[in-house]
């Protein structure tokens, strides 16, 4: 007879308990906020992913309008040309009207992406290409740790050691400020190169790690076989230390978009730096700050999720071993 079920264990109520607790959670910081007088805006948040422009043409001369070989003009003392008007415009006047100077002849609306979308894109643009020179140094300096040439050990040894033992922050400003100056780097390529730089240190030593726990046995077999290393590397020791090492790499990348904020302090106008001015210039700290933080973690959740199906499919294809 299978033995009952305790309520604790139960997964429903444990989901339904969960949900629970951080209803209470969010609903005491809004009684806090609430308390301190704090007027919420959250009418004002759809205007920061986009809006309305409204683009008006307005009469330069007294004249009439005219339309010729699909351009619009006005005719007065002299005839002017209307270059912007175009017939996506709304016209307040037809062809053949008498317009007087400053009035506005035609109106345009257009949707177009607001601050936090376009910090958005930049945020995903830092952290895409320095995904790439991550894994590209992480890569290189691996093997470099694993080398049979002691100076190329020697190298990789003390540029891990030095990446990892001070802080990203600090990095950033140093790279910004001396080797971008020296080298006349963009804010773009500065903010890039350190994150890549910094998490190529640690995706090294997971990588390295990885490699070293293949059975050497491996190898040697591959050897017997007439296998080249390179090749022995390539088909048989990298695919399994790419297994291995798949949770830790995802935990990095999820890492480095996180720490893809403080490229805000070189001032790259990202995700973070667009909720700092959002917040100067609304002082509506509660509602940007959790909105920015929401499409932070929907980026990481991506990434999480993406990991797991990865994870998932080599389990399929014959485990993670």
């Not at 906020?33 to 422009?53: I, R």
């Not at 009035?103 to 895409?128: C, H, M, Q, R």
Request: aromatic residues 14%.
């Amino acid at each position: 007879m299978a033995k009952k079920q305790s309520w604790t264990q139960n997964k429903n109520t444990g989901h339904l308990i969960a949900l629970v607790f951080y209803i209470a959670v969010g609903y005491f910081f809004y009684v806090a906020a609430s308390n301190m007088n704090y007027v919420w805006k959250w009418n004002s948040v759809p205007k920061y992913f986009a809006y309305e422009e409204i683009t008006n043409v307005e009469a330069p001369i007294d004249g009439k309008l005219v339309l010729e070989d699909g351009k619009y003009f006005l005719d007065g003392d002299e005839k002017v040309a209307l270059p912007k008007l175009d017939s996506s415009f709304s016209f307040e006047y037809k062809v053949g009207d008498n317009i007087y100077q400053y009035d506005y002849i035609a109106s345009k609306k257009e949707t177009k992406a607001g601050p936090i979308l376009n910090g958005l894109w930049v945020t995903l643009k830092i952290s895409f290409f320095s995904a790439i020179l991550t894994f590209f140094i992480g890569i290189i300096v691996a093997f470099m740790k694993l080398s049979s040439l002691s100076f190329l050990r020697s190298i990789a040894t003390v540029y891990i050691t030095v990446v990892r033992g001070t802080p990203l922050l600090v990095q950033i400003f140093l790279f910004y400020f001396i080797v971008a100056n020296i080298f006349e780097l963009e804010r773009f390529v500065a903010g890039v190169l350190s994150l890549g730089i910094f998490f190529g240190a640690y995706m090294a030593e997971i990588l390295r790690g990885a490699i070293q726990s293949i059975d050497k046995g491996q190898l040697e077999a591959a050897r017997s076989l007439g296998i080249s290393n390179f090749q022995a590397m390539r088909y048989i020791i990298l695919p399994q230390a790419f297994k291995r090492a798949l949770p830790t790499l995802v935990g990095e990348m999820i890492a480095l978009v996180k720490d893809s904020s403080l490229v805000s302090v070189i001032s790259i106008t990202d995700l973070t730096k667009v909720g700092k001015e959002i917040v100067a210039n609304t002082f509506s700290p509660f509602e940007t700050w959790i909105v920015v933080a929401l499409l932070y973690l929907c980026i990481t959740s991506v990434l999480s999720f993406i990991g797991h199906r990865i994870e998932k499919n080599m389990q399929a294809k014959g485990g993670m071993s």
